[in-house]
């Protein structure tokens, strides 16, 4: 990598870790609140009424704070079976094709989620269960994690033009 890529992409790279960190305490969190809703409505004290609901919240935003970082570290989702059976060059044009629909597909849900976002904004709608929330703010995040997957997809195909034509490395299968 050049050096400026290089600088960026390590920069890029602590964000995401920390954003990974910030879902690992969520996941903490959810937990201790879980655990606590269900010795509560078990000794009597009728549970944590929010629990649920935040619950699934949390791993909303979870998801959204770690896909950036797995998708960096080759831990998403893929089936690979077909590309190793491949010969290296038309696999290396399908890993291109893979990053580069992946990269337009995020893109669409930076847009979408910025309209979704916007028109629930405009709108003053409202979230109500048992907590009574603007519903932007649930729907804020999804542009935010499909821009930093958009993002990353950017650097994935940089690493992709600048290594030796083949498979990637960084995601292989466990066969």
Not at 74 to 99: K, S, Y
Request: include cysteine; glycine fraction near 8%; proline fraction near 4%.
């Amino acid at each position: 990598m050049r050096p400026g890529m290089e600088r960026l992409s390590g920069w890029y790279g602590r964000l995401l870790d920390t954003l990974v960190l910030a879902a690992c305490l969520l996941l903490f969190i959810m937990t201790i609140m879980i655990g606590a809703d269900v010795v509560s409505r078990n000794i009597g004290g009728g549970g944590i009424p929010v629990s649920s609901e935040l619950s699934e919240d949390i791993l909303y935003l979870m998801t959204l704070l770690a896909a950036p970082w797995l998708l960096r570290q080759g831990q998403h989702i893929r089936v690979d079976i077909i590309l190793r059976t491949l010969p290296v060059r038309v696999a290396w044009l399908l890993e291109w094709a893979g990053d580069i629909v992946g990269f337009f597909c995020c893109l669409y849900f930076v847009w979408y989620g910025l309209l979704i976002t916007a028109a629930s904004y405009s709108a003053g709608s409202i979230n109500i269960k048992t907590l009574v929330t603007p519903e932007w703010w649930t729907l804020a995040p999804l542009p935010l994690g499909f821009a930093l997957l958009s993002i990353e997809f950017v650097f994935r195909m940089y690493r992709l033009s600048t290594t030796e034509i083949g498979l990637r490395d960084d995601a292989v299968s466990a066969a």
